[in-house]
T-cell receptor, first 114, second 115 residues
Framework: NAGVTQTPKFQVLKTGQSMTLQCAQD?????MSWYRQDPGMGLRLIHY???????DQGEVPNGYNVSRSTTEDFPLRLLSAAPSQTSVYFC?????????????FGQGTRLTVV | AQSVTQLGSHVSVSEGALVLLRCNYS??????LFWYVQYPNQGLQLLLK??????LVKGINGFEAEFKKSETSFHLTKPSAHMSDAAEYFC?????????????FGAGTILRVKS
C-alpha cells in the first residue's frame, strides 16, 4: 500500500536550473496538492488540482508550475530555481476537496538551491 | 482568512507525564480542525480531526483533542508520554477555496520526551 510517493527525496540545484518534483498516488484520489515547509512557518499551499486537467494556484505559486494529465500523477516544476525555493516540499492527496476531508502526505522532497 | 496559533515551539515532558500541546484558531465559519504529526525525515500523518460530530475527538496512539468554541481552542493531549511520541506536531484548520481547500497550518510544536 504505497499511498503518496514522492521522488526524489533529496535534491541540490544550482540557481537558475529547472527540475521536476514527481508525485504519484495509488488511492484514486481526485484532489492533490503541493505544499512547501519552511522552519517556523508550517506548510503553505503552492498549487492544487481537483482532478485531471484542472489545476489552480495556492498562496505561494510564484516560480512553480503544475499540470495534471492523469488522476495518479501531479508533478511540480521549478522553472528557474532560486535560493528562496530551498525548502521541503510535500505532495498530498485527498479523496475529496471538501474542507472536512483529510490529506494524505508523501514523505517529502528536501530541496537545496545554491 | 483563517489562522492557527500554536503556543510553544518546543515542549519537553518526562516519559509517563501528561502531554499538552496548545492550539488556537481563528475562523469566521465553523471550523474543521486537524492535528498532524511529523516524525523526523517523514511526511505528515493524521492524528485526529474535528468535524463537528463531537467536541472530544479521539485519535491514534492515545491522543485526543477537545474543541472549545468559546476559547477558540483545540488542544492536543495524551495522558502518558512515550519516548516514541517525540516528533513535531502541527495543528491545522481547513479553509475552502471554492473548488478545493487548503490546510492552514500552525508553526508546529516539537515535543521532546525525556527518559
Amino acid at each position: 500500500n504505497a499511498g503518496v510517493t514522492q521522488t526524489p527525496k533529496f535534491q541540490v540545484l544550482k540557481t537558475g536550473q529547472s527540475m521536476t518534483l514527481q508525485c504519484a498516488q495509488d488511492m484514486n484520489h481526485e484532489y492533490m496538492s503541493w505544499y512547501r515547509q519552511d522552519p517556523g512557518m508550517g506548510l503553505r499551499l503552492i498549487h492544487y488540482s481537483v482532478g485531471a486537467g484542472i489545476t489552480d494556484q495556492g498562496e505561494v505559486p510564484n516560480g512553480y508550475n503544475v499540470s495534471r494529465s492523469t488522476t495518479e500523477d501531479f508533478p511540480l516544476r521549478l522553472l528557474s530555481a532560486a535560493p528562496s525555493q530551498t525548502s521541503v516540499y510535500f505532495c498530498a492527496s485527498s479523496p475529496g476537496w471538501g474542507t472536512n476531508t483529510e490529506a494524505f502526505f508523501g514523505q517529502g522532497t528536501r530541496l537545496t538551491v545554491v | 482568512a483563517q489562522s492557527v496559533t500554536q503556543l510553544g515551539s518546543h515542549v519537553s515532558v518526562s516519559e509517563g507525564a501528561l502531554v499538552l500541546l496548545r492550539c488556537n484558531y481563528s475562523s469566521s465559519v465553523p471550523p474543521y480542525l486537524f492535528w498532524y504529526v511529523q516524525y523526523p525525515n517523514q511526511g505528515l500523518q493524521l492524528l485526529l480531526k474535528y468535524t463537528s460530530a463531537a467536541t472530544l475527538v479521539k485519535g491514534i496512539n492515545g491522543f485526543e483533542a477537545e474543541f472549545k468554541k468559546s476559547e477558540t481552542s483545540f488542544h492536543l493531549t495524551k495522558p502518558s508520554a512515550h519516548m516514541s511520541d517525540a516528533a513535531e506536531y502541527f495543528c491545522a484548520v481547513s479553509e475552502s477555496l471554492g473548488y478545493g481547500n487548503k490546510l492552514v497550518f500552525g508553526a508546529g510544536t516539537i515535543l521532546r520526551v525525556k527518559s
